[in-house]
Every structure is written in structure tokens, then in C-alpha cells.
């Protein structure tokens, strides 16, 4: 910065820098400050012509009765009209055909799982998670094991009807001592690990059949999918294979009421019914069934 300035009559502010660089001081371009007014002239008519300003519960509405939600539900409107025009042959398909069929109709199998992930990610995701891998305490979808079958139709079934587990505690009977319980516990933990001939678990196989466990869980651990039981002898776990887990499960059974309502720390497995809750839900329900069959363990 120079203490003598050279071009006294040059308009600068005297700030000058490298000998000749300089900071002048000339009005803006007559086309700026046009501009610049120019956008205060539109403030204001944006602020009359649109809905602008907070007020205390509500806001002002503007001359021209605008709002985003309108144009959205608009253009929505436009899109899904397009939609149903375009894709009103797939609809139909859907709605006339079985589940079955579907399956069989390779376009039309394509046409309804890519219609589903959007449906799967609003109504099942949060319990099976997004690529049906399950979250904790849900069953996982993407897998080969199936507590009620992984046809097509059944799990049609399960989306339509829902479906409810249930276990008594302490065994069937409910008689099984905290002994017996820790007993069959680690026979059932060995039977998933493929050890339930070991001698060191001979006592609580015994206690299995004396639990009436086989009932539901059949007399070697795999049970029928009719049942709705757990496959004791696979290493996927609804409520986790650790030994404390597996014997709270034993313990407190699964969906046990009393007076109507589940009992303290009882295992609640409950998938609601979905023909209720789905838009559209005979077709729907097709579409997820197709969907969740697809995910890789159906049968």
C-alpha cells in the first residue's frame, strides 16, 4: 500500500498495492443497479403472488392460490394415468391370473417384482428388513428355511391371513424344573450344530420327548411346515442361538396370554393380516407373494 498516490485525480481510494495495482472507486454500471432494484421490485411480487409469509398458525396465501402440494398431487395424477395406461395389460394379467401362473409367466414374474420393491419397502421392510435378509426377532425372507412352507401359494397365505406362533412355556406341559430346561436347551443348541447324537446331551433329549417338544418339533427336531414350528436342526435362529436366549425361549414360550394379554418376557411372533392394510390388496398380495418368492428361498 502506497502513502503517496500517483493518480490523484483517477477516482482510486488510495489503496495501491505492487506499485500500480490500485482500488478505484467508480459507481456500479447503470445496468446492475437496475438489476439490483429490479430484484427488490420482484421481491415484493413474489410475496403477493405466492405464499410467502409465516403467520401465527397459517400463512398468507398469495394472489395466485398456489401451493407445492397441488402441483404435486397434479403431476401425480399425470404420472399415474400414464402408468395405468401403459402398464393396464400387466394389471389385468395380474388380477386374472393365480400366483401360480405368474410364476410361470416369466415377463409377467419380471413386471411383478419390480412393481413390489416399492410396496415391500413400505409395508414389510421395517420387520424383514429391505432385501428380506430380517431384522432381529423377525424372520429373515432371502433364506431356504420356512416355518409355515415357501410355496408360492402358502406364502400368499401367510401375506393374506397373517399368521401367529405360538409355544407353551416350559414345555407342553409346563412342568419342565430350571434343570430340565438348561437340559434341553443345550440338545437343542446340539442338534443345530449337528451333534444331537452327543452323549453329553443325552439328557436333555430325554427331556425333549418327556416335554412333548417332538409334538411341534417332530421326534428328531424337523418339523412339519404345517406345524409352524421351528427347524431345530439348521442353525438359523428366530430369537438367537445363544444358550440364555434359547432357554428364555423354552422358559417363557412364545405368545403366551393370560387373561388376554402376553405374559412378562413371553416371545411375541405375530405377522398381521395384509388383506386389510394393502390398497388394492388382491393384487398386491399377488405382487409381494411373487416378490418375497423370488428373494431366493422359495420352494
Known amino acids: 500500500m502506497a502513502h503517496n498516490n500517483p493518480w490523484p485525480d483517477e477516482g482510486n ?12 472507486d467508480n459507481p456500479p454500471p447503470l445496468w446492475w443497479m437496475l438489476s439490483f432494484y429490479a430484484g427488490f421490485i420482484m421481491i415484493v411480487f413474489y410475496a403477493l403472488y ?7 398458525g397459517s400463512y398468507t396465501k398469495g394472489v395466485a392460490g398456489w401451493t407445492a402440494m397441488e402441483e404435486y398431487h397434479e403431476d401425480y395424477k399425470i404420472l399415474n394415468d400414464w402408468r395405468e395406461k401403459k402398464f393396464a395389460g400387466q394389471e389385468e394379467q395380474l388380477a386374472a391370473l393365480s400366483v401360480e401362473e405368474i410364476l410361470q409367466n416369466d415377463e409377467l414374474k419380471t413386471y411383478a417384482v ?4 416399492v410396496l415391500f419397502g413400505d409395508y414389510c421392510a421395517a420387520c424383514h428388513g429391505s432385501g428380506g435378509q430380517g431384522n432381529p426377532n423377525f424372520p429373515v425372507l432371502a433364506d431356504d428355511d420356512w416355518l409355515y412352507g ?13 399368521r401367529q406362533g405360538n409355544m407353551p412355556a416350559r414345555g407342553m406341559m409346563g412342568n419342565l424344573t430350571d434343570q430340565e430346561i438348561e437340559q434341553v436347551a443345550d440338545y437343542v443348541i446340539a ?18 420327548a418327556k416335554g412333548m417338544c417332538v409334538a411341534c418339533h417332530g421326534p428328531k427336531g424337523k418339523p412339519l411346515a404345517l406345524t409352524g414350528a421351528a427347524n431345530l436342526t439348521d ?7 445363544e444358550r440364555d436366549q434359547v432357554i ?22 405375530v405377522m398381521p393380516s395384509f388383506k386389510g392394510r394393502l390398497p388394492n390388496a388382491d393384487v398386491n398380495i399377488k405382487r409381494l407373494a411373487v416378490y418375497v418368492h423370488s428373494l431366493g428361498g422359495g420352494q
Open 150 to 162: 415357501g410355496k408360492v401359494s402358502t406364502i400368499k397365505t401367510t401375506i393374506t391371513n397373517g
Open 13 to 24: 481510494t488510495g489503496h495501491i498495492w505492487d506499485d500500480d495495482l490500485r482500488e478505484l
Open 191 to 208: 442338534l443345530s450344530q449337528g451333534r444331537g447324537e452327543d452323549t453329553s446331551v443325552a439328557a436333555g433329549k430325554g427331556v425333549f
Open 50 to 56: 405466492y405464499p410467502t409469509i409465516p403467520l401465527p
Open 248 to 269: 428364555k425361549t423354552i422358559t417363557y414360550g412364545v405368545n403366551v396370554k393370560k387373561n388376554g394379554e402376553l405374559t412378562a418376557d413371553t416371545r411375541e411372533a
Open 114 to 117: 419390480k412393481t413390489s420393491k
Open 235 to 241: 442353525s438359523i435362529w428366530r430369537f438367537s442361538g
